[in-house]
């Protein structure tokens, strides 16, 4: 038995060795030496070793701190919407008596395909101060002047966060579709016969078996959102202020926009990825993996 | 009741649906109409497609462009579903300690920002001469702590029996995943195929930095070109952006019926 | 059994990797091929990055045959990039130490040229003895002087003018004369009364960008920050009458907010606003809507109320720069020097086919220059725009323009909602402060 556990283990490293290797060169050899840059500080090729000042920078600039503020709240508020909305979506659209289902498939997912730019051009045109959706509310009565979408801080929130959860919905459909492909019909089938409602076979067959997808696009989504970058750039290029400024954004103004500074912008990145760490760690306890 | 409820799901999804192909339908029109037009958000089909698409072809070579993007689409999904799923497969199906420890590593490198690697990753691969090669612009993302996770969370529903079964057979680990882990997990090999594409089709940022000459530029580089002048020609862009997601939806409708009939049955 | 599987995959594995391994040499090898072609037939190859290729790629076009006049043997090869592209490449670049793949000529954008040479010191050739910089409008070398050298040759200028409507302010009751010499406060009373009697808005605003407030600023002879790059935004008349006005035109209601680039050229293309007021390289949008046209004039930007000021600034404009580490040096700086940097001829055909406008003050006389509008009424536009050219005040752009534009954005919303002014100021000259220590 003992030996059998072992074989299985070594057979294991096979599998795993080679992609582990990539991962190591191509990932963590660029990010350590990030990590030494992030002691130090400077301006393009004249650099100097600060020891922790970036990390003592970080708290006490306004900037980050906003930009910290603005990330957790589009995490805090689209990634549950986005992640219901493509988990039922999913769910209705797995049904197999359900007619056009190719068709509402793939409309569903095709945001995730369009480019940025034209998504950019077009949302625009959408909240434009006499663009289509002011027009509408208009001429239905809803308000009676037209709304400054993108200039006024609350509202350029919500049209970011209605922009990431249009184009990312179809995205994160695609993963359940898939998984839901790994249950077995049966199941659904007994339930049924059980007298079970489609609701109920909702909560308590798809979601408990779709877990492992359902922990996996939530860390995904904390991922992304904590990276969130193209939307804000294309659609409000942080403002107004720096109302809607992401912590990406501020990576990219430090490294490529201002004087550069890839010191304190490598001490900007690692903040990112403690963040995202916590945060999955805590996902990955919530969702009970037994690791 | 029931038809209620029916009617209630169809008008939920052709609600999705148009939302969903709004942008899609503008951008279609968007290709047939002057920029000015555009820009004054004309929203019906005007004459100017050929016009704006003989500027295209004039300003650009798309031909170069599409077959630099599809060399560096092609190799870089098949190589990321083989290694990716070999990860995936083996940290779930040999599960030991020292394997979750070096997973929970991995994913750390997913959380890194690119743009804070972009600088040490170039300089490594000018140290190994190739910088303007598709190699370069494949190899960092050809192993991903992403596409593992994906794997991974989805052999936690793959059934182990049918190992079990294969051994019996004497069918040898590695025949194993080839002929029964593969073709199970159709479905997800097809879904992490599409997203692969897509990343690989549509990534920008090392792709700009990786590759130096005008001949080697991916089809996304020189759309972003085209929509940086001074006075940018939206119609010009509507093509150009028609062009390069077609590929995408491609592989999606190709790949999508995986969805359908991907029934875990077909190995039983 | 197993260790020929593992075998086979790893063979597989090896396989794919030559396969890449072998699309990277073909492509080098693509790349030799090219130079030795090149060594044959003895011509010497310049490359060079720009971003647009209807315009500066356009300019260097021209440059090329011009200077292939006299050098058959030059050949010169442009890569196209996004603005904000480029400059991302260029830091990856610089910044890792690598100087592969760099070109031998940089189009660098005004404000960033002082980044550049400071952050990225012995980088850049130095063309102080190259060219007679004389013969440019002062303001654009001023831009290029760091420490007394000149690290560029001059290239196109964003002078500014007030693009109008004439139909619409003579509907209102103005004619031509009554936009002459006007300061921001008459150019709001105007406005008013182009609203009230047209319906048209007078201008856009749109708070996301410091277009106005760099062209108010320069008019004036300021800036964001000073010239030994501290910011300057208190104790600054100015900059506190910049932001007056800015206030002045969100409050009148004569401007029409909009959030972005297209969404600006979009107004003006439909007609509803009144005039622009932007960079002479602003005509080809302008000019863009084919229907309007002879209804535009273009007249003097209104002025500041502060010594001064005058009614002429700019916006935008960028140089050519030469790498000093380049194999090319010499060749692709007198390449630029005899080009762009001293021929009238330059100008004038890149003037004429592609609509751009430099600061080379021998093309100004030109018959190019003194070309009439039809668009424009009948107007000799360059003529009007290079004649403000040479009142522009020049200013030193310094290092930190983009962080001190962006600490006063993060406060404009609040001085816009009617903060004390004073407070505001000295509130964004902390946050300037905390970014660039």
């Given at each position: 038995m003992e030996r059998k556990w072992n074989k299985s283990t070594l057979m294991g490293w096979q599998f795993v060795a080679l992609p582990s290797a990539l991962i190591i060169i191509f990932s963590f050899y660029p990010m350590l030496q990030s990590l030494l840059l992030s002691f130090q500080s400077g301006k393009g090729t004249v650099y100097h070793y600060v020891g922790l000042d970036n990390y003592v920078r970080l708290f006490s600039d306004p900037m980050f701190k906003q930009a910290v503020l603005n990330t957790l709240l589009y995490l805090i508020i689209q990634v549950p919407i986005m992640l219901m909305l493509g988990l039922v979506i999913a769910h209705l659209l797995n049904n197999p008596k359900l007619r056009f289902k190719g068709f509402y498939r793939t409309a569903i997912f095709l945001p995730c395909v369009t480019s940025l730019v034209s998504y950019a051009v077009l949302f625009k045109s959408i909240f434009a101060v006499d663009g289509i959706l002011n027009q509408m509310l208009l001429s239905l009565h809803l308000i009676h002047e037209p709304i400054a979408w993108l200039m006024d801080p609350i509202w350029a929130r919500v049209v970011i966060i209605t922009a990431i959860t249009w184009r990312w919905t179809g995205y994160n459909m695609i993963f359940y579709l898939s998984a839901m492909q790994n249950i077995d019909p049966s199941i659904y089938e007994a339930a049924s016969i059980d007298g079970a409602s489609k609701t109920r076979q909702f909560f308590n067959i798809t979601v408990p078996m779709l877990k492992p997808i359902i922990l996996f696009t939530a860390i995904i989504s904390t991922n992304g959102t904590l990276q969130l970058f193209d939307e804000v750039v294309n659609l409000t290029k942080g403002g107004p202020g720096n109302a809607t400024m992401t912590i990406s954004q501020y990576i990219y103004n430090l490294s490529f926009v201002y004087t550069p500074n890839f010191g304190y912008a490598a001490t900007v990145s690692y903040a990112i990825v403690i963040m995202v760490a916590v945060l999955a760690l805590l996902q990955l306890k919530v969702g009970g993996e037994k690791r | 009741m029931k038809r209620l409820t029916t009617a209630g799901v169809h008008l939920f999804l052709i609600l999705a649906s148009v939302v969903s192909l709004f942008p899609f339908v503008w951008m279609l029109i968007g290709m047939t109409n002057s920029s000015s037009d555009i820009l004054k958000g004309r929203f019906s089909i005007g004459s100017k497609l050929m016009d704006n698409v003989h500027k295209l072809m004039e300003m650009t070579n798309?031909?170069?462009a599409s077959w630099n993007s599809a060399v560096i689409a092609i190799i870089g999904?098949?190589?990321?579903?083989?290694?990716?799923?070999?990860?995936?497969?083996?940290?779930?199906?040999?599960?030991?300690?020292?394997?979750?420890?070096?997973f929970g590593l991995l994913m750390l490198s997913m959380m890194m920002p690119f743009a804070a690697v972009m600088i040490p990753l170039f300089r490594m691969f000018s140290d190994m001469g190739l910088l303007n090669t598709p190699t370069a612009v494949v190899m960092p993302t050809i192993t991903t702590a992403f596409m593992i996770f994906f794997f991974l969370q989805n052999t936690k529903s793959f059934p182990r029996e049918l190992l079990q079964a294969g051994r019996v057979d004497g069918l040898t680990e590695w025949q194993l995943f080839t002929r029964i882990y593969m073709p199970t997990m159709k479905p997800t090999y097809a879904a992490a195929a599409i997203i692969t594409f897509m990343n690989y089709w549509n990534s920008f940022l090392w792709p700009l930095i990786a590759l130096q000459t005008q001949e080697k530029k991916t089809l996304p580089l020189v759309v972003s070109s085209l929509a940086s002048s001074y006075n940018p020609d939206y119609g010009i862009i509507m093509v150009a952006i028609v062009i390069t997601t077609l590929p995408s939806i491609l592989i999606f409708f190709l790949l999508q019926k995986q969805f359908v009939q991907g029934m875990l049955g077909s190995v039983k | 059994?197993?260790?020929?599987?593992?075998?086979?995959?790893?063979?597989?594995?090896?396989?794919?990797?030559?396969?890449?391994?072998?699309?990277?040499?073909?492509?080098?090898?693509?790349?030799?091929?090219?130079?030795?072609?090149?060594?044959?037939?003895?011509?010497?190859?310049?490359?060079?990055?720009?971003?647009?290729?209807?315009?500066?790629?356009?300019?260097?076009?021209?440059?090329?045959?011009?200077?292939?006049?006299?050098?058959?043997?030059?050949?010169?090869?442009?890569?196209?990039?996004?603005?904000?592209?480029?400059?991302?490449?260029?830091?990856?670049?610089?910044?890792?130490?690598?100087?592969?793949?760099?070109?031998?000529?940089?189009?660098?954008?005004?404000?960033?040229?002082?980044?550049?040479?400071?952050?990225?010191?012995?980088?850049?050739?130095?063309?102080?003895?190259?060219?007679?910089?004389?013969?440019?409008?002062?303001?654009?070398?001023?831009?290029?002087?760091?420490?007394?050298?000149?690290?560029?040759?001059?290239?196109?200028?964003?002078?500014?003018?007030?693009?109008?409507?004439?139909?619409?302010?003579?509907?209102?009751?103005?004619?031509?004369?009554?936009?002459?010499?006007?300061?921001?406060?008459?150019?709001?009373?105007?406005?008013?009364?182009?609203?009230?009697?047209?319906?048209?808005?007078?201008?856009?605003?749109?708070?996301?960008?410091?277009?106005?407030?760099?062209?108010?600023?320069?008019?004036?002879?300021?800036?964001?920050?000073?010239?030994?790059?501290?910011?300057?935004?208190?104790?600054?008349?100015?900059?506190?009458?910049?932001?007056?006005?800015?206030?002045?035109?969100?409050?009148?209601?004569?401007?029409?907010?909009?959030?972005?680039?297209?969404?600006?050229?979009?107004?003006?293309?439909?007609?509803?606003?009144?005039?622009?007021?932007?960079?002479?390289?602003?005509?080809?949008?302008?000019?863009?809507?084919?229907?309007?046209?002879?209804?535009?004039?273009?007249?003097?930007?209104?002025?500041?109320?502060?010594?001064?000021?005058?009614?002429?600034?700019?916006?935008?404009?960028?140089?050519?720069?030469?790498?000093?580490?380049?194999?090319?040096?010499?060749?692709?700086?007198?390449?630029?020097?005899?080009?762009?940097?001293?021929?009238?001829?330059?100008?004038?055909?890149?003037?004429?086919?592609?609509?751009?406008?430099?600061?080379?003050?021998?093309?100004?006389?030109?018959?190019?220059?003194?070309?009439?509008?039809?668009?424009?009424?009948?107007?000799?536009?360059?003529?009007?725009?290079?004649?403000?050219?040479?009142?522009?005040?020049?200013?030193?752009?310094?290092?930190?323009?983009?962080?001190?534009?962006?600490?006063?954005?993060?406060?404009?919303?609040?001085?816009?909602?009617?903060?004390?002014?004073?407070?505001?100021?000295?509130?964004?000259?902390t946050l300037f402060e905390q970014q660039v220590h």
């Open positions: - | 798309l031909g170069a999904t098949f190589g990321t579903l083989l290694l990716s799923s070999m990860a995936g497969y083996g940290f779930e199906i040999y599960q030991s300690k020292g394997k979750s420890r070096l | 059994m197993a260790k020929k599987k593992w075998l086979s995959v790893f063979v597989l594995v090896t396989m794919a990797a030559s396969l890449l391994a072998g699309c990277g040499s073909s492509g080098s090898e693509s790349k030799t091929a090219e130079g030795k072609e090149a060594g044959n037939s003895s011509k010497k190859k310049v490359v060079a990055w720009a971003w647009d290729p209807s315009f500066n790629g356009a300019a260097l076009k021209i440059a090329k045959e011009l200077y292939q006049k006299e050098h058959p043997d030059f050949d010169l090869e442009v890569v196209d990039m996004a603005k904000a592209d480029l400059e991302q490449k260029l830091n990856t670049n610089l910044a890792s130490g690598v100087k592969e793949g760099l070109p031998d000529i940089l189009l660098v954008n005004d404000p960033n040229i002082q980044k550049y040479v400071t952050a990225y010191p012995n980088t850049f050739a130095d063309f102080t003895d190259k060219v007679d910089f004389t013969k440019f409008s002062p303001y654009k070398v001023e831009a290029l002087k760091i420490d007394n050298k000149i690290y560029g040759v001059p290239f196109d200028i964003g002078v500014t003018g007030m693009f109008y409507r004439s139909d619409y302010l003579e509907q209102a009751g103005y004619t031509a004369k009554d936009l002459e010499n006007i300061t921001w406060d008459q150019y709001i009373e105007i406005g008013k009364k182009v609203k009230e009697k047209t319906g048209k808005y007078m201008t856009t605003i749109n708070p996301n960008d410091e277009a106005l407030t760099s062209i108010l600023l320069q008019s004036a002879g300021s800036w964001y920050i000073t010239p030994d790059n501290k910011g300057n935004f208190v104790n600054n008349p100015a900059m506190t009458e910049t932001l007056r006005v800015y206030k002045a035109i969100a409050d009148s209601g004569i401007a029409k907010p909009v959030t972005g680039w297209s969404e600006f050229v979009g107004s003006f293309n439909a007609g509803d606003v009144a005039t622009v007021v932007s960079g002479v390289w602003q005509v080809s949008s302008i000019m863009d809507a084919k229907d309007q046209s002879g209804k535009w004039r273009v007249a003097p930007i209104p002025r500041l109320n502060v010594s001064k000021a005058v009614n002429a600034s700019n916006e935008g404009g960028s140089s050519w720069f030469v790498f000093n580490d380049s194999a090319n040096k010499d060749l692709a700086m007198d390449f630029l020097a005899k080009t762009i940097g001293g021929s009238s001829e330059f100008y004038e055909r890149f003037l004429k086919e592609n609509g751009g406008v430099g600061s080379y003050i021998p093309a100004f006389s030109s018959e190019a220059y003194g070309q009439k509008s039809d668009f424009f009424g009948g107007q000799s536009i360059y003529r009007d725009f290079t004649k403000w050219s040479t009142e522009v005040p020049g200013i030193t752009l310094g290092m930190y323009t983009q962080e001190a534009k962006d600490a006063l954005k993060n406060e404009l919303p609040n001085i816009l909602q009617g903060a004390d002014l004073t407070k505001s100021l000295a509130n964004i000259q």
